[in-house]
């Protein structure tokens, strides 16, 4: 049974900073694709970062470039998201998700992965 489990999200000012976390347990993450997706209220899910389990191999949206960047540390099983210069834009809820298969690459399509964590909501204040 593979988990994924969120946290970091919080209310945070405009121009302010969060880093989300996602401790993974049932399945070691070091040589699967993962992501960070976001869903603002009425919107659909989209992809704001994806990793490969190849080392450098990241993947933003053009909205979050040059502001969130994307880590993963295989010793810990967790997956990261840094987030900085955080804008009302950005309120969402955060989901993090595992590809279950080999892709060597980034994988940016929701409906590719496998699993999902239950998402931590971030709100940014103007």
């Known amino acids: 049974q593979v988990q994924l489990v969120e946290s970091g999200g919080g209310l945070v000012q405009a121009g302010g900073s969060l880093r989300l976390s996602c401790a993974a347990s049932g399945r070691t993450i070091s040589s699967h694709a993962m992501g960070w997706f976001r869903q603002p209220p009425g919107k659909e899910r989209e992809c704001v970062a994806a990793i490969g389990w190849i080392e450098g191999s990241t993947h933003y949206a053009d909205s979050v470039k040059g502001r969130f960047t994307i880590s993963r540390d295989n010793a810990k099983n967790t997956l990261y998201l840094e987030m900085n210069n955080l804008k009302p834009e950005d309120t969402a809820v955060y989901y993090c998700?595992?590809?279950?298969?080999?892709?060597?690459?980034?994988?940016?399509?929701?409906?590719?992965?496998?699993?999902w964590g239950q998402g931590t909501q971030v709100t940014v204040s103007s």
């Open positions: 998700a595992l590809e279950r298969g080999s892709t060597i690459g980034v994988v940016t399509t929701a409906a590719r992965y496998d699993y």
